[in-house]
């Protein structure tokens, strides 16, 4: 009866060990600290430029190589509407001016019959 699965190996098949594929590059290893407190260990080879920062996995926050100096977190803005960019770009004189020619307009065409959609 045969089930359709491979069983056995062929020479070979297996993990390669260190002789078969050659001596691993040298390592350095580096530690980044974020301002939550946690550290996080990385292995870079040695000819690698190793980056001042790296994100934290744990977090997701900035850390840097120095454990006295971390990075500060990134303030986030918060999500601003439409009225809010608006406001950003006219004062309350304005708005009010571009409403009354706005209001103007259609009370115009109101009263010469266009049909206003």
Not at 12 to 21: I, L, Q, V
Not at 76 to 89: G, S
Request: glycine content about 6%; charged content about 35%.
């Amino acid at each position: 009866m045969s089930t359709g699965a491979i069983r056995g190996s062929r020479i070979g098949a297996g993990p390669m060990g260190e002789a078969e594929r050659g001596e691993a590059a040298p390592r350095q290893t580096v530690e980044f600290f974020c301002v939550k407190d946690h550290r996080t260990t990385l292995q870079f080879a040695i000819e690698a430029e190793v980056p001042l920062e790296w994100d934290c996995p744990r977090c997701g926050l900035p850390a840097s190589r120095d454990a006295e100096n971390r990075p500060d977190a990134p303030r986030i803005e918060p999500y601003k509407t439409h009225l809010a960019y608006v406001k950003e770009r006219r004062s309350e004189e304005e708005a009010a001016s571009i409403l009354d020619e706005a209001l103007e307009t259609l009370r115009t065409k109101r009263k010469t019959g266009e049909i206003i959609f």
